[in-house]
């Protein structure tokens, strides 16, 4: 089997119609984040198929970004990149939440409940938690201006599905409200984030090389060939 760009091209696009369709489903009945949720094989399910989605997502959006590069520009660059550490910095977070969190629940009960706090969007911790307070806003903020920067890009280039990229943007801006509606479900802008990375990714994997040219004859060496063996 050999490995071509339309391969490369294609897989993104599944990996990214995945991670959004995970992004969708780890969402549905999601209990609230307490000490007693994060000791079950629940929340360990959860976790992981919140590291899966933040994985095939980076790879996804590296995907897209390598297939229009050329037409996305500075600004497909910038958003590329701001996107991609939110990924990597929701990986790390999502990572310490499965492998750390529940082994430190009995012995430090108040930590684990800030951190599960500030992974709340406009949620406060009370107590110190270090350095995991500025990892997490900073995966915030990049996941949030990423997914604006690189959708108005992705909008702009006009390569794939237009009416996913705006979304993708616009899904972002809207998760900016969830402070201001606290009587609405959070976890319900994350749909449209979801639906956009597979509607780009669909996009992404059925695009369509232009058909490759059939060699033309060489007419002037035929006609030789031709005259020669008459």
Do not use: C
């Not at 550490?85 to 939440?97: D, K, R, S």
């Not at 890009?153 to 705006?166: D, N, P, Y």
Request: proline letters at 4%; zero cysteines; a positive charge.
């Amino acid at each position: 089997m050999s490995i071509t760009n339309t391969t490369l091209t294609r897989a993104a696009g599944i990996a990214a119609v995945v991670g959004g369709l995970l992004y969708i489903g780890v969402q549905i009945n999601h209990p609230h984040l307490d000490l007693t949720f994060i000791s079950t094989t629940e929340w360990k399910v959860r976790q992981a198929l919140k590291l899966l989605f933040a994985a095939l997502s980076l790879a996804g959006i590296t995907g897209m970004y390598l297939h229009q590069v050329k037409r996305s520009g500075v600004l497909g660059l910038i958003g590329y990149l701001v996107l991609a550490t939110g990924f990597v910095l929701m990986f790390a977070t999502e990572a310490i939440g499965v492998v750390v969190l529940p082994s430190i629940a009995r012995t430090s009960p108040g930590y684990v409940t800030d951190v599960l706090a500030v992974a709340v969007p406009g949620g406060h911790a009370t107590g110190d938690i270090g350095l995991f307070g500025q990892l997490s806003a900073l995966g915030g903020v990049t996941y949030l201006a990423g997914g604006l920067v690189f959708g108005i890009a992705l909008f702009r280039a006009g390569v794939l599905a237009r009416w996913a990229a705006a979304l993708l943007a616009i899904a972002a801006v809207a998760t900016l409200a969830i402070p201001l509606l606290p009587h609405v479900n959070f976890r319900l802008f994350a749909i449209p984030t979801g639906v956009a990375l597979v509607g780009l990714g669909s996009s992404l994997w059925s695009e369509r090389r232009a058909p490759t040219a059939r060699p033309v004859p060489d007419v002037v060496t035929a006609q030789l060939d031709t005259a020669g063996a008459a």
